[in-house]
DNA sequence: GTCTATAGCTGGATAGAC
DNA sequence: GTCTATCCAGCTATAGAC
């Protein structure tokens, strides 16, 4: 709890074995889970020996939140990246680039994306909570005020609550990423292979509605 | 494996022990996952010995197997319920009271939700793929239909995967499910709160698009 | 910093009495 | 069917040499 802000703060000055022990143990904990790990699997694909693992982490539950703290700064950089390059054009405009962009970022680090997953799926634990909270809640904040702007410009509707629109933004790509894997033997949903296209579609169909105006 | 089958298909001629175990190891997985819960646990909490357990289960994951079948049997029975009740009014009508009943029903197993869940999550093994194909690809093609029906009908636009559609349907409330133990956490999420008018706001956003068409 | 060796414990699973 | 007692493999973590 309280030791690993400490260790994490001085990431980058970490010797390169301790480096390349982090990188495995965030692979190996986003594929199986925390419990399903052994340190003994992390020393093995690391190439160095048990005892150096806990040399460099106080315990196994201090590697694991290292590797967690590691994956949401990344997650949380990327997040940084889509919103600076957001061009100044219109709301919607903006709002599908940051949702293309983020769609894309989901899929191009799925080991990080699934770190925090597992994580939040522990809704018990405190951690999970203050990690959403910490990591999430200013971009979250950002995204609902585009919307916003949209909604006061004229240009979305102000029936619907704002943060919806943001979280259904987020959802639908977040829960694609998940389930993608399954979808692909689902019938019928052809479109699990072709991320793009599903990007476009989706925001399409929130767009504009699934239902008929004419 | 070949057991799994032979076990549950006698599920209810186990003796009110068996069912009390299966009852707390259902919870357990759930609750924390297949690695994180001992047999010890399940032991205590169900009130019988360690060695009682493995009589009436023949290993943990033989338990565990159970366990997901339950959930899964619970789950189907659920969404079968919710096509008899449909009504035959028009393909909108009857999307609409799906999405409820739907989410509805999430909320109110979210034991049975949850355990499905995490066994989607290790998208690694064959176990979670076959799971999805048996238990939902059924129920997933008449929802698709139900929407091609609307499609053909005119009510709604053709431009859309009717799979994309549906898909949407439910990872938009599965996703809520999902998430809202740490979404009452986020700044300006209030709609967490209430869970039924987020389910009309969804299908109403869905249906008519969040942009402004005049 | 990195290793070998080992302590100390808990996990799943079994044997056999009742 | 249910228990107590037990086996042994595997785990986290530490000690101490280099």
């Given at each position: ?178 389930t993608s894997a399954v979808l692909q033997h689902l019938p019928g949903a052809e479109f699990a292979k072709f991320p ?19």
């Amino acid at each position: 709890m309280t030791r690993a802000n400490h260790d994490s703060d001085a990431i980058c000055a970490l010797s390169p074995g301790a480096l390349s022990i982090l990188d495995v143990a965030e692979r190996l904990f986003a594929e199986k889970g925390f419990d399903a790990v052994s340190i003994n699997d992390i020393a093995q694909q690391a190439d160095v020996s048990k005892a150096n693992i806990f040399h460099h982490f106080k315990s196994k539950e201090g590697l694991y939140l290292a590797a967690l703290k590691s994956a949401c700064e990344h997650a949380a950089r990327a997040l940084d990246d889509v919103e600076q390059s957001l061009s100044s054009d219109s709301p919607q405009a903006q709002l599908q680039a940051f949702f293309t962009q983020h769609l894309q970022e989901l899929l191009a680090s799925p080991r990080s994306t699934r770190l925090i997953q597992r994580e939040l799926l522990e809704s018990g634990s405190e951690r999970g909570r203050r990690l959403a909270e910490e990591v999430f809640s200013e971009n979250f904040s950002r995204l609902v005020e585009l919307v916003r702007t949209g909604q006061v410009q004229g240009q979305f509707r102000q029936e619907f609550d704002a943060a919806l629109v943001a979280f259904l933004l987020i959802g639908t790509s977040v829960f694609f990423t998940q389930t993608s894997a399954v979808l692909q033997h689902l019938p019928g949903a052809e479109f699990a292979k072709f991320p793009d296209d599903y990007g476009s579609a989706v925001f399409q169909l929130l767009s504009h509605g699934f239902q008929n105006t004419t």
